[in-house]
């Protein structure tokens, strides 16, 4: 009998020790596939700034705010921010250079 238990202890721990190596990898594969939650809001928050000051856009205004990470890149160019206004265009916002100083918009008109 405490020959059993000892094969029950070790394959419990075989298991837990491969279910937790699977969450690990799950978890470090999604935030290689989502990106970085810190840089994703940064490039928003920026992109939001300028809709609001340096744009003049009113909350009505616009309809839709996506953030994208694209498959092939560099980092920051990877992060991309897509905002559809109303009346039917889309501007898409990318950081301009590496030190994040400025965004290069692309206006799409409807």
């Known amino acids: 009998m405490k020959g059993k238990w ?3 202890k070790k394959w419990l721990f075989i298991l837990y020790f491969i279910a937790s190596i699977g969450i690990i990898l799950y978890f470090t594969y999604q935030n290689y ?3 970085n939650v810190e840089d994703r809001e940064e490039l928003l928050a920026a992109v939001i700034f ?3 000051e340096v744009q003049s856009l009113t909350k009505e205004d616009v309809r839709d705010i996506e ?3 694209s498959d092939a890149g560099i980092y920051p ?3 991309n921010v897509l905002v559809t ?3 039917g265009s889309a501007l898409s916002y990318t950081w301009g250079s590496p030190e994040k100083d400025y965004f290069d918009i692309d206006v ?3």
């Open 6 to 8: 000892r094969f029950i």
């Open 33 to 35: 596939r989502m990106g």
């Open 50 to 52: 300028d809709l609001y």
């Open 67 to 69: 953030v994208f990470r």
């Open 77 to 79: 160019y990877f992060y």
């Open 85 to 87: 206004l109303e009346n």
């Open 108 to 110: 799409y008109p409807k």
